[in-house]
């Protein structure tokens, strides 16, 4: 069975299938913000969403991690370390992409185990 | 058990694992179609790619839209959402990067459910 | 369970959940080495690591191939193809993208089965 969760125009931000919990590409609601503050607010969105679903950041599994600009990398860390304990981290990739809409810095892809 | 299907030079197209479907990634065949058509021809390949791997649209789970100009994104949705009503849309993100190949303006990543 | 392997500063390098194994971005060491060098130790990695997660290269099931130079995948793909027999294949995807780090010309995700 595939449950799905917040469908917006273009997608639902949740689908799970199976014990595995899916989320759609997360961006900062305030494009204003530096590399790291735009990343916090993707941390607290996806603690959101992680709880919409059921789950929680002890749960996470991957992480895929798009930078528009990659020179400001360690900034992006700071705020994923101060999200994160140690013990929690999830597999990571970061690659450094073209664009990701206007003044879009950061966009993450995670997926959690259900339980 | 791993289940393999539709093997090229360098990838198999479909690969089953206890129940999920991964797909490598699909692009059009004609590449002087503009975003639209591209995608267009893009999503009636995942069709096909999902019948012959025992699946269909409406199990779909994700998708990853990697697009070659960011500033098209929008007809890409338009041929997305003619192919997808909304109670099906999988998760997505979508991400405007540097090449994907001549004249090659969109590529989509899908995973999906066998049922 | 998730069973989490080789942590890092910033990710762990394995994390399994239900009989898949995530890994994280995997990139050569010698970022002096050409495409096909980067890719062959980068192959060499993914191998140590499927092994170190009590899997081998007869499971992998995904492969994400992130390139900074588009115009040299024909030199990843010698080494991939030297590295997998063409039953073993994955599903694969190879996108172009901006900027992976300094003379990183290449970054690997893949996904396996534990058996």
């Not at 759609?24 to 679903?53: E, F, P």
């Not at 400001?72 to 992409?97: F, H, Y």
């Amino acid at each position: 069975m595939i449950n799905r969760h917040i469908r917006t125009k273009i997608m639902h931000r949740i689908v799970e299938h199976s014990g595995t919990i899916y989320f759609g590409g997360v961006t900062a609601d305030d494009s204003s913000l530096d590399m790291k503050g735009q990343t916090k607010q993707i941390c607290k969105k996806i603690d959101d969403l992680l709880a919409n679903a059921g789950s929680s950041k002890e749960k996470l599994l991957t992480a895929m991690i798009f930078i528009s600009d990659f020179s400001q990398k360690e900034r992006m860390n700071e705020a994923w370390l101060e999200w994160l304990s140690g013990d929690l981290l999830p597999t990571r990739a970061t690659i450094g992409v073209a664009d990701l809409g206007k003044d879009c810095l950061v966009e993450v892809i995670v997926s959690a185990a259900l339980s």
